[in-house]
Every structure is written in C-alpha cells, then in structure tokens.
C-alpha cells in the first residue's frame, strides 16, 4: 500500500454507484457522546470482549459442533425443522469421535447394555425405557457398537414404522431418541417392528429411546429397564482416559466438592477438571465454576411449572442473566419489554399471569438462588444487578432448552435491546454475546433470525452486534471459526452498503487479528470504496486491529497516508490519533513502537502533521501527553526536523527543550 496510486483494483472496480448510497445508516447512540466518553467505553468494550473469549469455552466440545448441552445430542442443530421452508422427515447425524471413545474405553458399564445385546441378537430393533439425562444414549450406543461398525442418530417426529430404507446405510447401528413424541404415549409392535424388514434387508439394527411416561406393555420381550450407572463410576472412568498416564485419579476425585447427580454432570466435570489442571486450577475451583449444579436452580426460580406460570418473574431473571451486572432499574426496564413480548406467545394465555415486576425488597425473595452470597435487598434505583457465579449462563442454558416455543420472542427483544436509540455499547456487547451463547445450540437457527438480520439492517449498532456475536461464536466454539471467517470475506465484496459496513466491524475482532495484512488490506479497500461513510468504523477497526499486531498497522497506515483521496488521509490522521491515545501503564504503545522502529511511525506521523487533511486530533493527542507528563523527547526532535512543523510546535509548546531555547534567545 505504500505506492500514492495504491488503491485496489477491486476497490476501484466497485466505486459506489447511485442505488449504493448508505445516508440512510443510522449511527449508534455513542457517536453523539465526546471523544473522552468514547475511548472510557472502547475499554470497557475490550476489557469485556477479552473476558468473554477467554472464559467462554464449549463444555460441550468434545462433542462436535450444534450439541446440546451434556452430549444429549449427538449431532446438528435443534431447529432444522424450523429454518428450513421444507421438513426434511428422517435426518441421520454421524457419531462424533469423541462420543465413540465414550462408549468404548470410558464407559462405566450398565446392566441394561447386557439387555439389550441379547434383545438385538434376536431382533433388529429394541427400545430402552428410562428418564432423560441418565446415560441412556450412552448405553444404547455401547449395546449397538457391540454388532455394528458404524454409528448414527436418527431424528424425527414420526414413528420408525415410517422410516424410510433410502435413509439407512448397510450394517450401521441407529439411535432414535423419540422421548416426549406423541406416538409413544402407548407403543404398539406395529409401531415398533414396522420398520424390522427394511432394517434387515440392509443388515442394520435400530435402539429407540422412550420416557417413563411411555406405556411398553405391549411389547414383551423388546423393552430393556435402563438404570442410571454411578455418576463417580463415570467420572472415574472419564478421568482414567482423559488425564495424563500416572497421574492418580483417586486423589483428584478425593478433591471434588460438587454433587454429582447424573453422568452428564460426570462426563462435564472430567473435561472442566482435564481443561483445568494444566491451565492452574485447582479442583476445588474447577467444581466452584461447574454451572451443571444451577441448571435446576434456574429452572426453578424461572417457575415452568403450569401451575406457577408468572412472566414478570421470568422475564426479570432472564433480563438479568443477559444484562447481569448492570443498574437494576435497567434491567426492570429491559425485563418489562420481554414480559409484554412472552405474554403474546404463551399457548395458556388465560393461565399465564403478567405478574408485577420486582421492586426493593422482592429481589431477595426472588432470586434468593441467583443472588450474590450473601443474599441482599436492592433498596436503591441505582443498585446493579449481579447473580452469583455460573448463574446467568444457567439461566441463559434453561431457557433456550426448555422454553422452545419464545425462541423468536427472546431474539425479537434482544434485538430491541441492541438497537435501543436510549441505550449504551455496553449492553449491546451483552447482548451480542447472549446471542452467542445460544447460538452453540442452534447456529444455524439464530444466524437467520438475528446475526443475518443486524448484518442487513440499517443501524450501524446491529451491524457492532453482529460483529461482536460472530466474534465470541468463532471464539468459543473453534468448529464454527471457518463459517465466521467466511462469511468477512464474503461481506466485504457484497454490493449491499450494509453488509460491507458489519464486515468493517469483523475485521476489528478477533477474526482480523488472527490475520491482520489481510484484515488491513480488506479495510482499506473498503474505505477506498466508501470512505465518507464507513470512515469510522474504520478507524475503530484498525485500532483495535493495533493493539494485536502494532507494528502492521503502523506500516500499512503509512502506506495508506499516501493515498489521494483527502478523505483516506482524514482517515489516518484520526486513527493515528486514536492509537496515541489508547491507556498505557508505564508509556504509550506508540511511541515503545517508535523507540523500535523510528523511521517508519516517525515518517508517519511527518506525513500526517504536514497533510493538509490533518485536522486537530493528532496536535491534540500530543499536547495530552505533554499535558500528562509522557516522555516523547525524540519524537519531538525528530517533528522538528521538518521545518514546515516548527511553527506549529511551537504555538503548542511542543518544541524540543533545545529549540525553545534557540528560539527565545
């Protein structure tokens, strides 16, 4: 980019025309704050983004990319009924590695796989009744990898009776969850033996899982009692496999402080506890983060039951989990709107109460599970909210797992909080990583309904939203990380203004700093393309970019101040600006990069203090490190070699101490 003529012949092929006009973005709030308040909630920003990527991880990695919590889920995405226009009847999902390595060396062995080996050696399909949550995927999956090589799940609304042979691959085992579905509520052997001749005839075997509430009397001699194995003899077993060879299990396992009450619980603690150790933590911290123990406390104080249906409450501790920490007044706010919105989509509308949201004390009477330890009365309008450690990710799992049919509702008042003319970048950055954290369920479903939505919208806070959910999604959950980066790329060269403006705001996140030249490149195409519009997303990406790879952004900015457009050159001198004035501890990054390479930042800052672009910011960034004590001695001297600088330094009291006194002697 050094060359005065180096604009992209992609950028110069894609001069705005006439119906790509983008007057009709809307800026976010915080443009109309000063530029003090801006950088204080820059920090603010990054200091929360850092957090977010650095705690976020899958619990639920190991088993591949869209699995519900606890592996319940072998693979893809719960609504693929819904974001499709078409339902697809039977949709087959492979096994993960990981799940298989489950079932053959950390399984801790159930007398209901012995059951069902022997019932698919006389059939080729067998159901295995008992409760969700108590292992029974596992155990069925073993009892199938017992006689068949390959493993899938099968997932449908309709009995296997229909299954269709076109679905079926030969000598494959076949899980079919159909827990819950209507048609199990009294099974018949037409229900279940329908599909035993396509089943044969393919050399396959099929285990299908039902609930209690199921009615199996009329299958004799095709039912295995599944029973729940020790959740210790699964965590023993996982941390055999999982830690390193020698290391004593027994003693790590003496050092566990949590109940465990499922294998689920079990299988999450060994990989929190395997992740954990090598990183500094002790296992009694690993248990103290666990959010396996509050996942039926958030289900309690959310009152699913039918007879305790009250959506002031749930909507207040649902607020509070996406906008934890933040002024209780505003929460009630934000809880209010979703209260309205939760009141239209309940199906037992004469049963549903819109009961009064919390005020003073009826905080501690709800959230006596949520709240800080100890618990505490909010009195005052001007108390945050903060729910004790692991809840609100608690509250944000139960919710999008049990409460289905609000799933659009949620993203509808998500949406609104992020777009508030009223609001702050703050909760906007909460938001997007709610959005995030629901979106390790159902990528695919919340991409089309929200992130596809903000990318296209014309308010430039979705498209900081959007930006900020792909960059935690890509972050904490890697499988997704391709899909991300794609889609950067792909914005960045639409015809549509918007998604050329959300794609600035990802090059300023983790995406751009995994591959800053190129990041940098797309940035100034972008800006070469439109650079009265998108100049202070820019700006805000490439400073962002800096504090990753300094050095980069410094070459390709001097290379940049070339450029002949004014508007690029007012671009630079207000990035250079920005960066001047990023917090330091000891002394501004600028000029460490300065002492280290003094030829390339001096030149820079020579080619935007002489610009007739210039403008103020960047004389202004230099009097507040004078103003603040910051030693910049040598770049002082080495601006004052240019004598078209002097006078100007001087009017400034920027002048190196040498010179001034030439000067009024």
């Not at 204080?40 to 088993?63: H, K």
């Not at 949550?133 to 009995?159: F, I, K, N, P, V």
Request: charged share 25%.
């Amino acid at each position: 980019m050094a060359d005065d003529e180096a604009a992209p012949e992609s950028a110069r092929a894609q001069e705005p025309d006439e119906g790509d006009a983008a007057d009709d973005l809307r800026t976010p709030p915080e443009a109309r704050l000063s530029a003090t308040e801006q950088r204080r909630f820059a920090e603010q920003l990054r200091e929360l983004r850092t957090d977010f990527i650095a705690e976020a991880s899958s619990r639920n990695a190991a088993y591949g990319p869209g699995d519900a919590f606890t592996g319940d889920k072998v693979g893809g995405d719960k609504h693929v009924y819904i974001t499709g226009d078409k339902r697809d009847g039977w949709i087959v999902s492979p096994v993960a590695a990981e799940r298989r390595r489950d079932i053959s060396v950390r399984f801790a062995g159930t007398p209901a796989k012995e059951s069902l080996i022997t019932l698919l050696d006389q059939n080729v399909v067998a159901v295995l009744k008992g409760p969700p949550g108590t292992g029974r995927r596992t155990t069925a999956l073993a009892a199938l990898a017992h006689r068949q090589d390959e493993l899938r799940s099968l997932r449908a609304h309709e009995s296997p009776a229909l299954l269709e042979k076109s679905k079926l691959q030969p000598g494959h085992g076949y899980l079919y969850d159909a827990t819950g579905a209507t048609w199990t509520k009294r099974l018949t052997e037409a229900d279940i033996l329908g599909c035993s001749e396509i089943l044969t005839a393919v050399g396959a075997r099929l285990v299908i899982l039902v609930g209690l509430d199921s009615d199996t009397r009329a299958l004799p001699g095709l039912v295995a009692e599944h029973v729940q194995p020790d959740p210790w003899d699964v965590l023993r077993c996982q941390l055999l496999d999982r830690l390193p060879a020698g290391q004593d299990v027994q003693a790590v396992i003496d050092q566990v402080t949590m109940q465990l009450s499922s294998p689920a619980d079990a299988r999450e603690l060994a990989h929190a506890i395997v992740n954990g150790l090598p990183r500094g933590r002790t296992v009694e911290e690993v248990c103290a983060e666990m959010l396996g123990p509050l996942r039926l406390k958030a289900r309690e104080v959310l009152r699913q039951e039918e007879d305790e249906k009250d959506l002031g409450r749930r909507a207040f501790v649902i607020a509070g989990a996406v906008l934890d920490g933040s002024p209780t007044v505003q929460v009630c706010r934000a809880a209010y709107d979703l209260a309205k919105l939760l009141f239209k989509v309940e199906k037992q509308g004469k049963r549903a109460r819109l009961g009064l949201l919390p005020f003073a004390d009826m905080l501690d009477d709800w959230l006596g599970h949520a709240g800080e330890q100890p618990s505490y009365v909010v009195q005052e309008v001007d108390r945050t909210l903060s729910f004790r450690a692991g809840f609100a990710p608690a509250v944000l799992d139960a919710v999008w797992l049990d409460y289905v049919v609000a799933h659009k509702a949620l993203l509808e008042w998500l949406t609104g909080l992020a777009e508030d003319e009223a609001g702050d970048p703050v909760t906007r950055l909460r938001v997007a990583q709610a959005i995030a954290w629901f979106a390790r369920y159902d990528f695919e479903f919340v991409y089309k309904e929200c992130i596809s939505k903000w990318s296209g919208s014309g308010s430039e806070a979705l498209h900081m939203a959007a930006a900020w959910a792909l960059e935690a999604i890509a972050a904490a959950y890697p499988s997704r990380h391709p899909r991300v980066a794609k889609l950067a790329w792909e914005w960045a060269k639409e015809p549509n203004f918007r998604l050329r403006s959300t794609a600035v705001r990802l090059f300023g996140t983790l995406l751009g700093a995994e591959a800053a030249d190129e990041a940098l490149r797309a940035l100034y195409a972008l800006a070469w393309r439109d650079p009265l519009f998108l100049s202070n997303a820019v700006r805000d990406s490439v400073v962002e970019l800096f504090r990753d790879a300094p050095g980069t952004v410094l070459r390709e900015l001097l290379g940049w101040s070339s450029s002949p457009k004014p508007l690029l050159c007012q671009l630079v001198a207000a990035t250079l600006a920005r960066i001047a004035l990023l917090p330091f501890t000891e002394r501004p990054t600028l000029l460490v990069q300065y002492a280290q390479d003094p030829s390339t930042v001096g030149e820079l800052w020579l080619r935007v203090l002489t610009s007739r672009s210039c403008g103020h910011e960047p004389w202004n960034a230099l009097r507040e490190w004078a103003k603040a004590g910051v030693d910049f001695a040598d770049l002082r001297t080495h601006l004052y070699a240019e004598p078209a600088l002097r006078p100007r330094l001087r009017f400034y009291g920027l002048a190196p101490a040498t010179s001034s006194k030439e000067s009024s002697a």
